[in-house]
Each structure stands twice: as structure tokens, then as C-alpha cells.
């Protein structure tokens, strides 16, 4: 699958990319902007257009990748490459961190991040810190109330995502709320 990746990340095609061994109809759309030995980095989309943000995954999650499909070919009528708002990595990059390039990026621009473990266990929040061991993350729930600080192991993280729709409503929800007074 690596090599797949690889190609794919220096072209704009859109693809399907399937990581769930529980569902193995449930897919992602999306852009492969970058990726190195073990991961990758996608901008990807919900339908009509809807952007989604950004993830990075371990590419040993991927179980299937498809292209030019039908329904790949009705998203191109809504969905174009984009350049997007933040600076990141293109194309493939051998000795590269993603996941610490994408942790340092919503640490710097605090940006609200989800983190999952297992592809099942999600944290929404800011990145407080990170090391090669642990990950301390400020938690934000589904309505966007400050929910306590978590630590994870940086071992058992498979993905980093923000931008995407669920990022940006919790942190619209928060600032709504601090703001209100």
C-alpha cells in the first residue's frame, strides 16, 4: 500500500480510503497531500463540497484504496483540490514526522484537534503538549464545554485530524460561549 500512496500523493486525485475493519463499506474522500514510510496526510471531504479538514493516519490502517469510481466521479462535480489555510508537507517525504508536524501545527495555531486511538476512541481539544511518549490534551465535549485535560500514549494515537467539520463546531461552540458575557 505504500507505494499506492506514494504515487498518489503527488497527483490531485480524489480517492476513496478505507480504515474501518469494522465496516468495510465505510470510506473517506479525499485529497493524499503527503505521506512518509508509515503514514499519510489527507485533505478530505464530505459530500457537496463540504470541506472536512485534514488527517494524518498510519498507513497499515489502510485496508483499501479505490479510484476513478462512480462515485468518486459524481464528488468532481462539487469537490476540487483546494489550497488550503494551513502550510503543510506535499508529496512524499522519507524521514518526516507527520504526526508531529500536524501536532505542532494545531498546537501553534490552536487549533481544535481530534485525536484517536484505535480508530474508535476519539478526543476533541487543544493540544497542550507532546513528546515521543505522551500527548496532554485541554478536552472539548460535543457542545463545546471545556470537558478536563487527558493524556494519552503517543503509541497508541492512529490519528490526527482538525479543520474538519466536527473540529470547527466544537470550537465554534466554545467561542460562542466565552464570548456571550
Known sequence: MNDIIKQLC?????????????DSDKFGVAYIVACSDEHFLVHSF??????????VDCIDSVMRIQRNTIYLNNM???????????????????DLNLFGAVLSL???????????VNHEYNKFGWIK?????????????CDGM???TTYLR????NMVGFG???EERRAKLFHNRTHQK
Open 76 to 94: 468532481l462535480q462539487f469537490i476540487k483540490p483546494k489550497t488550503g489555510k494551513y502550510q503543510l508537507p506535499k508529496g512524499y517525504w522519507p
Open 146 to 148: 471545556f470537558d478536563g
Open 106 to 116: 494545531c498546537q501553534e495555531k490552536q487549533l481544535v484537534a481530534q485525536v484517536a
Open 154 to 157: 503517543m503509541e497508541n494515537i
Open 164 to 166: 474538519g467539520v466536527d
Open 10 to 22: 503527488n497527483t490531485d486525485e480524489l480517492v476513496e480510503i478505507y480504515t474501518n475493519p469494522m
Open 46 to 55: 464530505q459530500e457537496n463540497d463540504l470541506d472536512d479538514g485534514y488527517y
Open 129 to 141: 503538549s507532546f513528546n515521543d511518549d505522551v500527548l496532554e490534551m485541554d478536552c472539548l465535549d
